[in-house]
């Protein structure tokens, strides 16, 4: 990475500063006047937070210059990008090439392009890892040498994936230690869980214990065997009793037939009456005859007295004598045919007897057919046998007993199988548990801090010391650094004494270290760019060595802040530039910057 120009508007005492850079910058000025602002901002710009901040950036504001709402930190790379950050005490906006991006998207763009925050926090401030707790050391050191990338043995994938656990993504150190806690959870949980489980003991399963399925099923033919018998029983009885309803009505039947049956005395009686019958019925013609004869005559007679003078037949005269000798035969015809009826109606009546014999002759021969059948039907009815349901009952009882043995054997062995799934399933889920608790074990202890993935840093780490080492070496130092347990000790080539911790060395030391550290660091990462302030802590002697380093490193670029009062060389190299935050720029400088 390399920056053209950086621009400081109201960011702390800077009012508006522009300077542009070269590979090499110098900077330099008295106390105060706001070189280490230069570094700050930087790292602002680059991850939203700064020495003042926290690490989520909050607190921001306070680097708004005094008497000012809103400051703005921006920057043109080498390849064109510009990057702008703007802050008031409520807003927060970031410009990625001139577009307003969101800005927790633009801090995932700034940290895919050129790094994680804590890695360029510690490039842009030399003290950063000094002051580093040892964990957070570790923890830096580890995302710098990629410890955290790995797969994880298939064998364990796949395992995992079996139970419905994806694998962790493993990107980082911080994967990593988030992945061991998840899996150390997850061991912990299912410990509870499988102690929650208690013990059981197996249940004894009889051999011949006949499967429910089997019991049930015999038990259903009982119970329908049970059931034809009753229904049997229940046939046979109102067979019985349906006889009976009817023997008694045809029994009443009897009773009222008999009563219509004559004595043969009466029915002989009956028998002559109706051999008269002829004789009633002769009179009766002979009644319709002199019935018939006297409606003509009355019709003659009506005629006869309606005539005029004339026949009207013939149209002869009729004289009153013979009208009226017509009239009187008529009329005495009359008279004889009412008394030969009336005589007639006399004899018919005398003779009723004769019908209403013959009549009940008849009933009394129809009396007899019914009651004939009547009594051939009791017969029948009477010899119909009484259902016997001892034997109905006897098998009953042998069913009843049957159908109750089989319902307790149904409930031993319903009792037994699901004793005996309580059982299988009890094994099978702490087997489970147990292969959970086996497997997050082994994820557990191979992300652990101890473990094979954060082994891999053991191999890793020493080419990144070897780096390191090669910029100490400028300073005559030498650093060893071992991740289990944790220690980093740096060793003087010139004192020849045993290897001190970083809180063991004087600030001088510390800062020589710091220096290297963050040059290996920049030249490990790729981003090839550092910051170094307050470089008058170094004597003269120290001071060319760091420039001697930083001259002969692989570095992008470097910006060098410090406190100095001594002119710039007359002949500066190519690609280094000095510049001044007092009294004007230097004439060696390329570029004019105005200061707060």
């Given at each position: 990475m390399r920056i053209l120009n950086l621009t400081l508007r109201n960011f702390r005492s800077h009012k508006e500063t522009v300077l542009e850079l070269d590979r090499f910058t110098f900077v330099r000025g008295p106390n105060g006047c706001g070189k280490s602002s230069i570094q700050m901002a930087l790292e602002y710009l680059f991850t939203g937070r700064c020495e003042i901040t926290d690490a989520a950036g909050r607190g921001a504001e306070?680097?708004?210059?005094?008497?000012?709402?809103?400051?703005?930190?921006?920057?043109?790379?080498?390849?064109?990008?510009?990057?702008?950050?703007?802050?008031?005490?409520?807003?927060?906006?970031?410009?990625?090439n001139g577009q307003r991006v969101p800005v927790?998207?633009?801090?995932?763009?700034?940290?895919?392009?050129?790094?994680?925050?804590?890695?360029?926090?510690?490039?842009?401030?030399?003290?950063?890892?000094?002051?580093?707790?040892?964990?957070?050391?570790?923890?830096?050191?580890?995302?710098?040498?990629?410890?955290?990338?790995?797969?994880?043995?298939?064998?364990?994938?796949?395992?995992?994936?079996?139970i419905h656990e994806e694998p962790p993504r493993l990107a980082s150190v911080a994967d990593v230690e988030a992945a061991h806690r998840r899996f150390y959870d997850l061991r912990a949980e299912t410990n509870r869980a499988l102690k929650a489980l208690?013990?059981?003991?197996k249940p004894d399963i009889p051999s011949d214990l006949p499967p429910v399925g089997e019991v049930k099923k015999k038990l259903e033919d009982l119970r329908q065997q049970k059931e034809r018998l009753v229904a049997q029983k229940a046939q046979g009885e109102a067979i019985w009793e349906s006889t009976q309803v009817r023997l008694q009505r045809v029994q009443a039947e009897i009773e009222e037939v008999s009563?219509?049956?004559?004595s043969p005395s009466q029915e002989q009686e009956l028998v002559e009456l109706a051999s008269r019958r002829g004789e009633a019925e002769k009179l009766r013609q002979e009644l319709t005859g002199l019935i018939a004869e006297q409606k003509a005559i009355e019709a003659s007679l009506a005629t006869v007295e309606g005539l005029g003078g004339k026949c009207p037949t013939c149209g002869r005269p009729i004289s009153k004598a013979v009208k009226g000798e017509e009239i009187?035969?008529?009329?005495?015809?009359?008279?004889?045919?009412?008394?030969?009826?009336?005589g007639t109606n006399e004899e018919l009546n005398e003779n009723a007897e004769i019908a209403t014999a013959a009549s009940r002759l008849e009933g009394h021969r129809k009396a007899l057919a019914r009651l004939a059948k009547l009594e051939e039907e009791q017969a029948k009815l009477r010899s119909v046998p009484r259902p016997d349901t001892g034997d109905v009952e006897s098998r009953m009882t042998i069913l009843v007993e049957r159908i109750n043995k089989g319902e307790r054997v149904l409930e031993?062995?319903?009792?037994l199988e699901s004793a005996k799934e309580r059982w299988e399933w009890y094994?099978?889920?702490?087997?489970?548990?147990?292969?959970?608790?086996?497997?997050?074990?082994?994820?557990?202890?191979?992300?652990?801090?101890?473990?094979?993935?954060?082994?891999?840093?053991?191999?890793?780490?020493?080419?990144?010391?070897?780096?390191?080492?090669?910029?100490?070496?400028?300073?005559?130092?030498?650093?060893?650094?071992?991740?289990?347990?944790?220690?980093?000790?740096?060793?003087?080539?010139?004192?020849?004494?045993?290897?001190?911790?970083?809180?063991?060395?004087?600030?001088?030391?510390?800062?020589?270290?710091?220096?290297a550290f963050q040059i290996a660091l920049a030249i490990v990462t790729g981003l090839r760019?550092?910051?170094?302030?307050?470089?008058?802590?170094?004597?003269?002697?120290?001071?060319?060595m760091l420039t001697s380093l930083l001259l002969n490193s692989e570095l992008d670029q470097a910006i060098i802040l410090a406190t100095s009062d001594e002119a710039p060389p007359l002949s500066v190299p190519k690609g280094v530039k000095f510049l001044s935050l007092a009294g004007g720029i230097t004439p060696s400088a390329a570029l004019v910057s105005t200061a707060a």
């Open positions: 306070a680097l708004i210059r005094a008497g000012e709402k809103d400051l703005e930190v921006s920057a043109t790379l080498e390849n064109g990008e510009t990057i702008c950050r703007r802050r008031t005490s409520r807003s927060h906006i970031v410009e990625l927790d998207a633009a801090e995932a763009s700034l940290e895919h392009r050129f790094g994680l925050t804590d890695v360029l926090s510690a490039v842009l401030h030399a003290g950063r890892f000094i002051e580093m707790s040892d964990a957070e050391q570790k923890k830096l050191l580890a995302q710098v040498v990629a410890a955290g990338k790995g797969d994880i043995p298939d064998e364990i994938s796949d395992a995992l994936r079996s208690g013990q059981m003991n009563s219509e049956i004559l009187e035969t008529l009329r005495e015809r009359l008279a004889e045919l009412d008394g030969l009826i009336q031993k062995a319903q009792h094994v099978s889920e702490t087997s489970t548990m147990e292969a959970r608790i086996r497997l997050f074990g082994r994820l557990v202890e191979f992300l652990g801090p101890n473990g094979a993935m954060m082994g891999q840093i053991g191999g890793r780490i020493g080419s990144f010391t070897q780096d390191l080492n090669r910029h100490l070496a400028a300073f005559r130092y030498a650093c060893n650094i071992t991740f289990e347990p944790f220690e980093i000790r740096v060793s003087s080539f010139e004192e020849n004494r045993c290897g001190l911790s970083l809180k063991q060395l004087s600030e001088s030391e510390r800062f020589r270290f710091g220096a760019f550092v910051v170094v302030d307050r470089a008058d802590v170094l004597d003269k002697e120290k001071r060319k």
